[in-house]
């Protein structure tokens, strides 16, 4: 059974980079099938795909964060990371990481997740 | 990008009663919809893929309907365990959105 869970600092300042690990137990982050995901949650609002990696470091972003969003893997740690440039209060949510697979008869779907981790842009 | 609207955003029921929450899409997006159901605090629960199929464990008493741009998600006679938000997603194509959430409460 894969488990996912996060990991990084509850606090980063305005204008900072944010960073966060999800490390994968019980599955491997080198698998061709999945994409390995983030999605945010700001507090009290609804959830927002901010993109994944895949095939060995193939990425897709939300247009909307493209621009300051990477995500990258280590397979040695079987873990992947989460990077944010020049983050604002507006990025202040639950930040979660989860496991995407598609098949185009199903289409794209998100499963599991981890248990998210809050992250406050505040100085 | 392709917008997701639930209906409604809360919705107030007992324990037995049968629920019904809507999401429309536009543009079409033939049956390309997931519904997930989360609890204070928690990760999303993976519910329905493709609009009416149930995930491994899932209970009966879940079900979804629709395609083009209205979907549905039906709870037959709630349990207390089902209060919680409910977001569909659509599975069709990238930048994935998902609608805003439907809190379902207890009355």
């Known amino acids: 059974q894969v488990q996912l869970q996060e990991s990084g600092p509850g606090l980063v300042k305005p204008s900072e980079t944010l960073s966060l690990t999800c490390t994968v137990a019980?599955?491997?982050?080198?698998?061709?099938?999945?994409?390995w995901s983030w999605i945010r949650q700001p507090p009290g609002k609804g959830l927002e795909w901010i993109g994944y990696?895949?095939?060995?470091?193939?990425?897709d972003y939300n247009p909307s964060l493209k621009s300051r969003v990477s995500i990258l893997v280590d397979m040695s740690k079987n873990q992947f990371s989460l990077r944010l440039t020049s983050v604002t209060a507006a990025d202040t949510a639950v930040y979660f990481c989860?496991?995407?697979?598609?098949?185009?008869?199903?289409?794209?779907?998100?499963?599991?997740w981890g248990q998210g981790t809050l992250v406050t842009v505040s100085s | 990008d392709i917008q997701m609207t639930q209906s409604p955003s809360s919705l107030s029921a007992s324990v037995g009663d049968r629920v019904t929450i809507t999401c429309r899409a536009g543009?079409?997006?033939?049956?390309?919809v997931n519904w997930y159901q989360q609890k204070p605090g928690k990760a999303p629960r993976f519910l329905i893929y493709?609009?009416?199929n149930l995930q491994n464990g899932v209970p009966s008493r879940f079900s979804g309907s629709g395609s083009g741009t209205e979907f549905t998600l039906t709870i037959s006679s709630l349990q207390p365990e089902d209060f919680a938000t409910y977001y569909c997603?659509?599975?069709?194509?990238?930048?994935?959105?998902f609608g805003q959430g439907t809190n379902l409460e207890i009355k």
């Open positions: 019980g599955g491997s982050v080198s698998s061709a099938n999945y994409y």
């Open positions: 543009p079409s997006i033939d049956t390309y």
């Open positions: 493709a609009a009416s």
């Open positions: 990696i895949y095939e060995y470091g193939r990425t």
């Open positions: 989860a496991r995407g697979f598609g098949e185009s008869l199903y289409g794209f779907s998100f499963d599991p």
């Open positions: 997603q659509q599975s069709y194509t990238p930048p994935y959105t």
